[in-house]
């Protein structure tokens, strides 16, 4: 619309005006699309707590009425929801035209596989559960931001936890696959009797997915998050592997007390971690001569720089609400934030008494894999 303040004969102060105009109105626009995105994601998380995307996805559309109903739940914020959805493109709606208690709701295409089967490298709900609960903690992270204090992994709550957790499952689910095309790994995965360690195990998927490929495994997982290491041995319990997967209570910089390991992980945990350094030379101490460090973390560019890619918004963001707060929340804590780039994972590994760093694999999601060398 700023366009319209450009005039053909325009001087000089008229066009940093109209630039200015132009980028304002961009920026505005830029924001309410912010604010969409953040009803939508608001409003998935609610359809998903209440059990709704999942009854509409059994039924051939459903009336606000029986959507209340069938999830015991109020009709009135259901027919508001219903709507919302449908304006927004979520849901789709068998006659519009119709009065409000008659018209009929559907997942639009594409939606149930989003928000809804949790096996799928594409199941993104765990996205607005985690956003959801780092709202929860607004005031908590203000604090944090002010007094340079963190909020806890306990204090982000079982949405986080979980969500985080059902988030990297499926790709999780993907580890045997992608080690079998790396000889040396596959070779010390398959070793008979061999054992490795998973530092920060969170889910407990990791070794639940490494254990299930490699049935004479055994696999040791290290959380300080009590409620995820209780979670991870229901995980385990339940994916049949809890005689060859333990999971402790225990820091990660405590893996050497555990005995030797042919092999010793790190998914998605090191960045959180308050002493990387202090973890890599516990792996360093617990690791077999002929064994292996692997660290999956976050595909951040090599360096810093503005206007980056969606990724690495993304991971800022996650910095800014997840990762970075829990890290600060133990002292003392090296901070290190979401973006851990290559070039900051070398200097841990050097200070940890490491030679270097090599990838292993540059892109898996939205992470990669290094080993320490
Ligand atoms: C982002 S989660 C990743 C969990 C899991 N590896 C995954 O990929 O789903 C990070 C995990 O590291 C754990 N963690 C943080 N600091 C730790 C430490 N010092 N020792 C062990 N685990 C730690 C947290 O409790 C959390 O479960």
């Not at 007094?147 to 992994?153: I, N």
């Amino acid at each position: 619309m700023s366009t319209t303040l450009l005039t053909d004969t325009h001087t000089e102060t008229d066009t940093d005006t109209a630039t200015e105009a132009e980028a304002t109105a961009a920026f505005a626009d830029r924001l309410t699309h912010a604010t969409l995105g953040w009803f939508d994601l608001m409003a998935v998380h609610l359809g998903s707590q209440l059990g709704w995307y999942a009854e509409l996805a059994k039924a051939e559309g459903l009336t606000a009425d029986q959507l209340a109903h069938r999830t015991d739940s109020d009709a009135r914020y259901a027919r508001e929801w219903l709507e919302q959805q449908a304006a927004s493109g979520i849901l789709d709606v068998d006659d519009a035209e119709a009065a409000a208690a008659e018209r009929r709701f559907r997942l639009a295409p594409g939606v149930a596989e989003v928000l809804l089967d949790r096996g799928s490298l594409s199941y993104l709900e765990p996205l607005a559960r985690m956003a959801a609960a780092a709202s929860g903690q607004l005031d908590a992270l203000l604090d944090a931001y002010r007094s340079g204090g963190g909020v806890s992994w306990e204090q982000l709550g079982v949405h986080a936890r979980e969500a985080q957790a059902d988030m990297n499952r499926p790709w999780l689910e993907q580890l045997p696959a992608v080690f079998a095309g790396i000889d040396r790994l596959d070779g010390i995965l398959c070793r008979p009797g061999a054992r490795i360690a998973d530092l920060g195990a969170g889910g407990g998927w990791s070794s639940i997915a490494l254990a299930r490929a490699h049935p004479q495994l055994t696999v040791v997982g290290f959380d300080v998050d009590e409620a995820s290491v209780e979670m991870a041995r229901r995980n385990a319990l339940e994916a049949g592997v809890a005689d060859r997967v333990e999971f402790l209570l225990c820091d990660a910089a405590l893996v050497a007390e555990h005995g030797r390991f042919d092999a010793v992980f790190a998914f998605e945990c090191l960045h959180d971690m308050p002493h990387p350094v202090d973890v890599l030379s516990a792996a360093r101490a617990a690791v077999a001569e002929d064994g292996m460090v692997v660290i999956m973390d976050e595909a951040t560019e090599e360096r810093f720089a503005a206007n980056a890619s969606e990724l690495e918004r993304l991971l800022y963001g996650f910095s800014l609400f997840v990762c970075l707060p829990d890290g600060r929340s133990h002292r003392p804590s090296a901070g290190t934030g979401t973006v851990m780039r290559p070039s900051t994972l070398r200097g841990y590994a050097r200070e940890a008494g490491w030679s270097d760093i090599r990838v292993l694999v540059p892109e898996f999601g939205l992470w990669r894999f290094y080993e320490i060398l």
